[in-house]
């Protein structure tokens, strides 16, 4: 009989954070396949746990992925997790996931700690759903030109390194507004947590009200915008094309004509593209 691939969410910085059943599954298994050993050790000490661990990473995933599949072949059970939080979410497995499913091996999630779920708990923002949008790309332009997708009627979770969280803040509110509310929640579980709403126009100055802020790990999550209706789409796909060879006024201008929606607004979202 071939083993179980457990999918183990692990705490993102309190390690009482851990469930008992996570605890108990990675005491069981055979093999821990982790993100990085150094950061899983912690865990796995502060539990007294000596389950063998390997290396599973972006870097080696896809041959690791075939090693480990071998052994759920010969029978062994196995834990996946990553350095913190739910594998595969934002985070090295899902090749291994896949893999163990197309050799037929149960897959089994014990559910745990997420940050993108923790930040939604906390924002506030009443919706029936949301959208994960992990971490943007960090070329400023592919960066600016990602977030022009991102206008939507839900909230929107992202991911963001502290050396770049400045410049992602002056993008979202050059792309959103001042006046769009924006949750900023750092270091959640930590010792130094923080978890703030506020409008994108006060959040750089949130950043730089301590020098401490522009440290740690970041969940964003902006609000909700406004619903748009399939005329408002459309427009902007007209307009995203005409901007390929036109200048903003003109190509607000024959938006217009062509969609029936006023120029002034069709002019202000052109603006907004070009910047």
Known sequence: MTGTLYVVATPIGNLADASPRAIETLRAVQVIACEDTRTTRTLLAHYGIRARTVALHEHNERAGAQKLIAELR??????????????????????????AHRAGIAVSPLPGPSAAAAAISACGFAAGRFLFAGFLPAQPAARRKALEALD?????????????????????????GLEREIVI?????????????????????WLAARAHRQQGEFVLVLAPGEERT??????????????????????????????????????????????
């Open 74 to 99: 010969q029978g062994k059970n196995i834990a996946l997790v990553s350095d913190a939080g739910t594998p595969a979410l934002a985070d090295p497995g899902a090749w291994l996931v896949a893999e």
């Open 152 to 176: 939507l009627p839900w909230p929107v979770v992202l991911y963001e390194a502290p050396h770049r969280i400045g410049a992602t803040l002056q993008d979202l509110q050059a792309r959103f």
């Open 185 to 205: 929640a750092r270091e959640l579980s930590k010792k130094f947590e923080e978890v703030a709403r506020l409008p994108l126009g006060d959040a750089p100055g």
């Open 230 to 275: 399939a005329e408002s789409i459309d427009a902007e796909r007209v307009l995203g094309v005409l901007l390929e060879a036109l200048a903003p006024s003109e190509a607000a201008k024959l938006a217009a004509r062509i969609t029936g929606l006023p120029k002034s607004e069709l002019y202000r979202r052109a603006l907004e593209r070009a910047k």
